[in-house]
């Protein structure tokens, strides 16, 4: 079984309205695949500068591919904020020895140049 892990990096606004997409995306799916998804879902985060982001990890253990995941993720975000990031990794490993490097990435608006790259030329 494949680990689909998601980083999600977000603007504060249309957060509430992405938030609640997300709740119920990820109830529909756990309900879907009996709990497989684990979530950290995002939290506000606060720049030295003063500037206030969200960012959320998101993984889950599905036999299928990641594309409806990650088209609804990046669809989703790109509709609700000003700018959004978002990043995903394949997991094969069993958390030992490299740490996980990210396959692909996708962004709408502007993203703030403190916002983490996760391009696969990055990682």
């Known amino acids: 079984m494949v680990v689909h892990r998601f980083r999600l990096y ?11 997409w997300l709740g119920q995306f990820t109830l529909n799916v756990n309900a879907a695949l009996g709990n497989e998804l684990s979530e950290d879902l995002p939290t506000l985060t606060e720049t030295i500068d003063g500037e206030t982001y969200y960012q959320g990890d998101l993984a889950f253990e599905w036999s299928e591919g990641k594309a409806q995941l990650f088209d609804n993720f990046d669809a989703y975000a790109a509709s609700y904020c000003d700018w959004h990031r978002i990043g995903y ?31 696969p030329s990055q990682s």
Not at 92 to 104: L, M, R
């Open 10 to 20: 977000h603007s504060t606004t249309g957060a509430q309205s992405l938030h609640d």
């Open 89 to 119: 990794h394949e997991c094969i490993h069993d958390g030992t020895g490299d740490p996980c490097s990210w396959d692909e990435q996708r962004e709408s608006g502007t993203v703030p140049s403190h916002i983490p790259d996760m391009s």
